[in-house]
């Protein structure tokens, strides 16, 4: 693959510079393409090296794009799009976030009462989640795809829309019918794949450095914050109607406001525009071609890996830990047991949604500032510190679980500290993801991440959890401290998970900085990919038809 120009013509007799030479200035004007200064493209022969020490200065680039780069002026210049406007776009886009996760979390702050309504077990009640988190998952490719090549605005409008019309749906299946009920669960991951996958990459087209970074930990606020107001609005919604179904009516009419807000707020930016510094068109390749890329990226991966982790972890605390808490209170005699027929004590859901509220403001605007500070001196801050959020959330969710039948007080402290410390990773890990990867590329990577993580984190662990519940139960005589030591042994799983998650980000930061580069010079034009067999044309060669890479062809 040789040097070439602006229309993709090879310059004779010109030697391109070394893979790894110094970075222009994220804002600065490219050179003008003479053959006094040819442009810095090179070929992938390999990831570019992480040649700085693990615990390294941070090089000259990624100083000045900690310090802000320029004015966001020149930003919105590029986009069409003023400030003020994608900030209101962010923040309709954090309130359709705010919903998906209410309404994910809703089903599990009454869950014991769906138990009680349908007659099911441990393992049926796990199903809940799982079907919908397998059917999220199965999507988000197709809608990765979409998002990357078709008009965004509209997607986010079917999904958010076929998304409500289900959750109201659910909310009038007969007692007879928990089968019903699994299927709607289901199809709400239609709505949720579609806005998961595009949504950030909206963000990402929006702001770039630390304004992307702080726009991020807004979303992301909502995954916990959400996950807390879908225990409490489900929980009181349900004790001021004395009807649980109620508690799934509620999203639904807040989506119908999520679609008017979107067909009036949202402008839609053009892809990767504010870091190429034009709206030149993107150069596309196949989907096959993306996966592939994807694949090779190591930071990518990894950190996706270390996401499944906490995905493993939130995904069984989010529907087993106000059930784990009820228990302990029958268990301990400190409350009485749920009736059939009557509603069951709201309580710990209650106070687990506000803990994850909390927690979840704590801990995202806490792990962005923190990174942001460390990223000055250390080009490897963001791994690091989910590394440590992991690494240190472990302990205190196992004493958690240890000192629940003993004190109430210490169980709910060590809840706290351990979401908290698990809460750093969110904005983070999607700021990473966005900065490795080009921006034709970005929602099949949030696809492709979604599906790794919940196919081995959220989409089992809760099914899981309920599943080694029951069998740790079967063949003993049933009694209520059975119950809750069953779940307790089932739940410190998620403990060692967490340590394992750790891992993998400890390991994408030794590989983060070079990846970080090559996406950087890709993105602006200044690193080409060999070509795939789908882009080599066919030239004449002894009469006879021959595969030859385009830029080795003189134009």
Not at 182 to 199: K, N
Not at 329 to 353: N, V
Request: proline share 6%.
């Amino acid at each position: 693959m040789g040097v070439v120009t602006g229309r993709g013509s090879r310059s004779p007799g010109v030697t391109p510079p070394p893979l790894h030479a110094p970075q222009a200035p994220l804002w600065s004007q490219a050179p003008r393409e003479t053959a006094a200064h040819p442009p810095a493209m090179a070929t992938r022969h390999g990831p570019l090296p992480d040649a700085a020490p693990f615990l390294s200065q941070a090089d000259e680039t990624e100083a000045d794009a900690a310090e802000g780069g320029q004015p966001e002026v020149g930003v919105h210049s590029v986009t069409g799009i003023s400030y003020s406007r994608s900030v209101m776009i962010v923040a309709v886009l954090c309130y359709i976030n705010l919903l998906n996760y209410m309404d994910r979390f809703t089903v599990a702050g009454i869950l014991p009462d769906i138990e009680s309504f349908f007659r099911i077990g441990d393992s049926s009640s796990g199903l809940l989640q799982t079907v919908f988190i397998s059917s999220y998952m199965v999507l988000a490719p197709i809608f990765g795809y979409l998002g990357d090549r078709y008009h965004r605005k509209r997607l986010l409008c079917l999904g958010i829309a076929f998304w409500s019309a289900v959750t109201l749906g659910s909310s009038f299946i007969p007692q007879e019918q928990f089968w019903l009920l699994l299927v709607t669960r289901g199809l709400v991951g239609v709505g949720e794949a579609s806005y998961s996958t595009i949504a950030p990459t909206i963000i990402a087209d929006l702001f770039v450095s630390d304004q992307r970074s702080r726009m991020l930990a807004f979303f992301y606020f909502a995954i916990p914050v959400g996950s807390g107001l879908g225990y409490i609005v489900g929980s009181k919604v349900k004790d001021l109607a004395e009807d649980w179904h109620w508690a799934l009516r509620v999203t639904p009419a807040l989506g119908v406001v999520a679609v008017v807000l979107l067909v009036t707020v949202l402008r839609e930016p053009p892809r990767g525009a504010v870091e190429r510094h034009s709206d030149s068109p993107l150069r596309y390749t196949s989907w096959a071609a993306d996966i592939r890329a994807l694949s090779r990226n190591r930071s990518f991966v990894l950190s996706s890996l270390g996401f499944t982790a906490v995905a493993f972890v939130t995904g069984s605390l989010a529907l087993w830990a106000p059930a784990f808490l009820y228990r302990s209170c029958l268990a301990t005699g400190q409350c009485r047991p749920c009736p059939d027929k009557d509603t069951c004590s709201s309580q710990q859901s209650l106070i687990f949604g506000l803990i994850t509220c909390v927690t979840g403001f704590l801990g995202v605007g806490a792990g962005v500032e923190i990174s942001k500070r460390l990223r000055r001196t250390n080009p490897r801050a963001d791994p690091l510190v989910c590394a440590a959020g992991l690494l240190g959330s472990a302990p205190f969710l196992f004493l958690a679980l240890v000192c629940a039948q003993g004190s109430s007080v210490a169980t709910y402290v060590f809840i706290f500290i351990g979401e908290t410390l698990l809460s750093l990773n969110w904005a983070i890990v999607a700021d990473i993801l966005l900065y490795v990867v080009v921006p034709t590329r970005r929602s099949t990577a949030e696809s492709f991440q979604i599906v790794m993580s919940h196919l081995l984190g959220d989409a089992g662990s809760p099914y899981l959890i309920g599943v080694i519940s029951d069998r740790i139960q079967r063949g003993r005589p049933p009694s209520y401290l059975l119950e809750f030591h069953s779940l307790q042994y089932a739940l410190m799983l998620s403990a060692f998970a967490g340590v394992l998650g750790g891992g993998f980000f400890l390991a994408t930061a030794l590989f983060i900085q070079g990846d970080r580069k090559r996406a950087e010079l890709s993105t602006q034009g200044l690193l080409l990919e060999e070509a795939e067999p789908e882009d080599q044309i066919v030239v004449p060669k002894r009469g006879r038809s021959t595969k030859v890479p385009v830029s080795s062809v003189l134009i």
